[in-house]
């Protein structure tokens, strides 16, 4: 079974903090996602990576910044956090670009 | 999910009954659309996908039918169980984009 791991549950940081949220997956995927999820508006694709060093925006990449120098491990860093950041963060990763994306357990973050 | 409308947003359905979901997309050159199922305080997960190329598929009480003419696929769930309560998104992808655009989702509640 594919595995991906995101090191925190819930999360509270306090407005301009940096903040880091990690993601892990043990089945050698090429591509790694991360998406927010707010109610009422699904999953937004924030950034997205499919090979080491290599990243390219989503659609809502204001404000984050993202680092994949492993193969199995993807990071989403917020700058300087702000209250309109408070969400639940998604990470996927999958072996077939876009397609069949296995979903880690996400991150609530709280900023405050 | 701009460019993914799911309807109707909540649907209650008597368990036993069947439910559809219908999403519309506007891009034409989309080619992949899969729907995955969140159940509450769970991640989302892949239940089924279809390609342009394919009218329908079926995968034992799921099944997924596209229009590519009218731009709308739809989930059909039959023989309803208190297990299919859950919130459902589709997305679409096209070659080319490296994205999938998600819709906001669909919250179905199986009544027993």
């Known amino acids: 079974d594919v595995k991906v791991t995101q090191s925190s549950r819930y999360l509270v940081k306090r407005t301009g903090e940096k903040v880091f949220l990690e993601c892990v997956q043990d089945?050698?995927?090429?591509?790694m996602f991360w998406y927010r999820q707010d109610p009422g508006l699904g999953l937004r694709l924030i950034y997205f990576?499919?090979?080491?060093?290599?990243?390219e925006k989503g659609d809502i990449p204001e404000g984050y910044s993202v680092s994949r120098e492993k193969k199995e491990r993807f990071s989403l860093i917020l700058e300087s956090a702000s209250t309109n950041q408070t969400s639940m963060y998604l990470c996927?990763?999958?072996?077939?670009?876009?397609?069949?994306?296995?979903f880690g357990s996400g991150t609530q973050l709280s900023v405050l | 999910g701009e460019n993914v409308e799911q309807h109707p947003s909540t649907l209650s359905v008597q368990e036993g009954d069947s439910a559809v979901i219908k999403c519309t997309y506007s891009?034409?050159?989309?080619?992949?659309f899969p729907w995955y199922k969140q159940e509450l305080g769970k991640r989302p997960q892949l239940i089924i996908d279809?390609?342009?190329?394919?009218g329908e598929k079926k995968d034992q009480r799921i099944a997924v039918t596209l229009n590519k003419t009218a731009k709308h696929f739809s989930l059909h769930i039959t023989e309803t169980q208190p297990e299919d309560s859950a919130v459902y998104f589709c997305?679409?992808?096209?070659?080319?984009?490296?994205?999938?655009?998600f819709g906001k989702g669909n919250q179905v509640v199986v009544i027993p």
């Open positions: 990576s499919y090979d080491v060093k290599m990243k």
């Open positions: 279809i390609r342009s190329n394919v």
């Open positions: 997305a679409e992808g096209a070659y080319g984009n490296n994205r999938l655009a």
């Open positions: 891009d034409s050159a989309s080619n992949y």
């Open positions: 996927a990763s999958s072996t077939t670009g876009y397609e069949k994306l296995f």
């Open positions: 089945m050698d995927h090429e591509n």
